[in-house]
Each structure stands twice: as structure tokens, then as C-alpha cells.
């Protein structure tokens, strides 16, 4: 009998010994398990883009699947990215570029173990991104040199307008000068034209004199006969 109560004294013993040690174990165990609470998610500026950087702070390492997803009125609107993780105890990021504008609301799920049985749920709170964004209106200092550009080209403009006016205006008085050159030299010309063009028709300008002289010739033949063709009929009058 004293041995079985000793046996039995050892055994339970030795049975509440090694609950303790699973209890140990377990608790161990969970502490080691990945958690939800392990991970955490920041907007932060690279350069002049934004960028999404989750931090993986589990020591046992456990494989994890991040999901980001950007939000509007409580739904997804659109998924951002997915990468998977592996923590450490010190905390391992991963980054997801994303050009965030401010006060963005971002919704960023976490997946670990199989079938997510360790880990299946979202970091809380939903990420809200600053008020400020990454670019500090850099578009509006390119749009400052612009402006005095834009009177640079009306100026050319109107310098390039106005030697075409003077030109065009150089042909219009050559033109009439022009015009009315010809119209005096054809109303001073006329009269000269005329008798030049006349006289050249009838040839009196090369033989006049010598038809005048026959004519006058023969005028004085003529007389000449008619007053002795006078004188002779007188004279057979008489006899």
C-alpha cells in the first residue's frame, strides 16, 4: 500500500509538473504566434510621391500577405497593391507606392498563416494620410514664367502685322502712281499719235512736196494753154 501511495503522490507530481510545462508551452506559443498587433501602416513622403510603408514587428517570422486597399464612403474603391512579408523582432517594412492625396482614407488587411487561420483581419484603425501633400503645389511655379510669355507673342505679333500694313500699303500708291502715269502720257499723247499714224497712212510726210510741185506744174501748164488757146481764138476773131 505504501508503495502505490507513493507511486501515486509521483505521479500526480509528475502530471501537475507537466500540465504546467504545456501551459508554459502554450502560452509560449501564443506569444509567438503572429498578431494583428504586430503590424502597422504609416503614409510617408518619397521625394515628391507618396508611398504606403506597413511594418511587420513578429518575431516568429511567420509568412504574411498584406493587402491595401483605398477607400470612399466606407467601400473599396480600388486596391492599391498586395505583398507578402516576413517580420522580425525588430520589424520588417514593405512599401507600396501610392501617390495618396490628403486626408485619403486606406483600409490595410493582414494574412498569416494557413488559409489565414494565425492572422485574417485589418490593421486598426483604417489608415488616414496627412493633411499635406507630397507636392506642395509645384504646378503653379511653372505657370508664373508663362504669363509674361504670353504678351511676348502678341508683341511679335503686332510687330509682324505692322511692315505687312506698310507693305501692303507701298503696292497700293506704286499702283496708282502707277495708273496714272499711263493715263497722262495717253492724254498728252494723242494728237502727235494721231497725225504721226495719219500722215503715215497717206504718205505725206515723205512725198507731199514733190505731188504739190506737179500739181503746181501742171496748174501753170494748164493756164498757159487756156490763155494762149485765148489769145488764138482773139486773133482769128479779128482777121
Known sequence: MSISRRTARTVRILGVASASAALALGAAGNALAC?????????????????????????????????VFLQNNGADAREVGELTVKGSREGTTITFAEDWQPNATYRIHVKAGKDGKLVN?????????????????????PATPSAPETPAPSATESESESPSESESAAPTASAS????????AENNAPSPAVGDSNLAETGA???TGMIAGIAAALVVVGGGAVF????????NNNS
Open 35 to 67: 498578431n494583428i498587433k504586430e503590424f502597422s501602416a504609416e503614409a510617408k513622403c518619397d521625394g515628391e510621391k507618396g508611398v504606403i510603408v506597413v511594418t511587420d514587428k513578429d518575431p516568429s517570422r511567420t509568412e504574411a500577405v498584406v493587402s
Open 121 to 141: 483581419e485589418d490593421i486598426k484603425p483604417n489608415l488616414t494620410t496627412p493633411s499635406t501633400a507630397c507636392k506642395t503645389e509645384t504646378p503653379s511655379t
Open 177 to 184: 502712281e502707277s495708273t496714272t502715269a499711263p493715263a497722262g
Open 205 to 207: 510726210d515723205s512725198n
Open 228 to 235: 494762149f488757146g485765148m489769145r488764138r481764138r482773139g486773133a
